[in-house]
């Protein structure tokens, strides 16, 4: 679909139906590329996950949506609901941007839930009407009866500390205190960092410090997106959505113009302006397409989903009027320094049937499929159709690769070389699984410590081949049904 201007800075309900109409119709023609169980806008584009919430049995899945077109425009959110990752209910779109001070767009956020009340904070973008950011704020609302509803500014853009790029927040407890951080571009560095403000009231902030990087010569690029502080038994894991924080020179680290990275934190202050990271932050995902995760508590396990996209893309789906989608979600875990992600048991449990365990090298697929097996030593397998259109990937003796350069549709981007991850497990049995559906693929590889996240484009795909035979558990995947 190709762009249309007037549409850019209208807001949902301001759109003629016209255009949904003709965007949900091409839509509907995509009998190649569409999702059957991960989270896709009817129509136009998705980003970041946001507001994400687990109370009373449900979980709350919001995400920012440009209406219509599949490129990125005027954000809005929309939300979903769910008890069991089959079932839907489509909540429709959450977040108007139709606060003065979100007039060019409500970007990222998260919900908090303060046991008597949830509150949403996210921000407010403000540009010049030629692509120029002049502020961001940060912005509360309350969320009430599934409306997001009463906003207001919660911390205005301190011109004299940030840039303009001052976003996405969430709310933090240390020390029997309750903090805001969110991502910022440092006024006198240009670079990133994590800003930390006390919260006083639910819209009243004090500024407190900004976290910056403790080891020599590392700065984590100009500007941290997304940050996630989770607390895990007595450490903290960090991570951030990093741009500018890339190495060209590294096949295995740092490929794409914008990472999701992590580190461990032993001792968090924030009456310092150290981050005291324990090592210098490293990649979660090794795939093509993964950004922009965001972390909330399902009781006591912590669970994530990403935005199964990149930015600066462009995806051969824009032709159906859609763009992205989420990541399935992923429990986290730490094993030592290690980050663990797992396919969230609950989802995981709910999703798969029609189990069947054979030893076989090839196995019929139709749009979906999970597979789990045992890996000692080596292997490679492709996913592919008739027409020998195929995406690989290769376990040999030091690494894991994935290359999707024969894939039959190309993707419209500057990082499309062959991805590798170093081996963390060579000589000894790791589970190896992955989840296929229609245009995607998450692999869970060296016992859950790499993955690779990656869309791909293969019409009519029909089966997945391995170099040799493996013992493989087979199942099928429930389609998402909305109601």
Not at 290 to 297: D, I, L, N, V
């Amino acid at each position: 679909m190709k762009k249309i201007a007037e549409l850019k800075w209208k807001k949902f309900n301001e759109i003629d139906q016209k255009y949904y109409d003709q965007a949900n119709k091409l839509v509907e023609k995509d009998k190649y590329y569409r999702p059957l169980y991960h989270i896709a806008s009817p129509n136009g584009l998705v980003n970041d996950p946001n507001g994400l919430l687990f109370k009373d049995g449900v979980h709350h899945i919001h995400y920012q949506w440009t209406p219509v077109q599949p490129y990125h425009g005027f954000k809005h959110w929309r939300y979903v609901t769910t008890k069991d990752f089959v079932n839907y209910k489509d909540m429709g779109v959450s977040v108007v941007p139709d606060f003065e001070k979100e007039a060019y767009g409500a970007f990222s956020g998260s919900a908090y839930d303060f046991g008597n009340t949830v509150k949403i904070y996210y921000t407010g973008n403000m540009e010049d009407g030629k692509g120029n950011m002049n502020e961001e704020v940060q912005i509360v609302a309350d969320f009430e009866n599934n409306k997001v509803v009463n906003k207001r500014v919660a911390v205005s853009w301190d011109k004299d500390k940030f840039t303009p790029h001052a976003r996405d927040p969430k709310i933090f407890e240390l020390n029997n205190k309750k903090y805001m951080i969110f991502g910022v571009q440092t006024k006198d560095e240009v670079k990133g960092g994590l800003a930390v403000y006390e919260m006083k009231d639910y819209d009243k902030f004090e500024f407190k410090t900004v976290l910056k990087p403790s080891i020599k010569d590392q700065t984590y690029g100009y500007m941290w997106e997304c940050p996630n502080l989770d607390k895990i038994k007595d450490r903290y894991l960090f991570f951030i959505s990093a741009e500018g924080y890339f190495n060209d020179d590294n096949k295995y680290e740092l490929n794409c113009s914008r990472n999701v990275v992590y580190s461990v934190i032993e001792n968090l202050n924030f009456e310092s302006n150290k981050l005291n990271e324990k090592f210098p932050l490293l990649q979660v995902d090794y795939g093509y397409d993964f950004y922009a995760p965001q972390t909330y508590w399902k009781e006591d396990t912590l669970v994530w989903f990403g935005w199964f996209g990149c930015c600066d893309v462009q995806y051969p789906t824009d032709e159906y009027s859609w763009h992205s989608m989420l990541t399935i979600p992923r429990e986290l875990t730490l094993e030592g320094d290690v980050l663990i992600q797992k396919p969230f048991g609950d989802f995981k449990k709910n999703v798969l049937e029609n189990k069947v365990v054979k030893k076989t090298n090839v196995v019929e697929i139709n749009k979906a499929k999970h597979i789990q097996f045992n890996l000692k030593g080596n292997t490679s397998f492709k996913i592919l159709n008739d027409n020998n259109e195929f995406l690989e990937v290769v376990f040999d003796d030091n690494e894991i690769s994935m290359d999707r350069s024969k894939q039959g549709q190309k993707v419209d981007w500057d990082y499309e070389s062959k991805r590798y991850a170093i081996r963390k497990i060579k000589d000894k049995n790791q589970v190896v699984e992955m989840f296929i559906d229609s245009s995607s693929i998450e692999l869970f590889a060296d016992d859950y410590k790499t993955v690779f996240s990656s869309r791909f484009f293969i019409k009519d795909f029909n089966r997945i081949e391995f170099s040799s035979d493996q013992e493989l558990e087979i199942s099928d995947i429930k389609k998402m049904n909305y109601n």
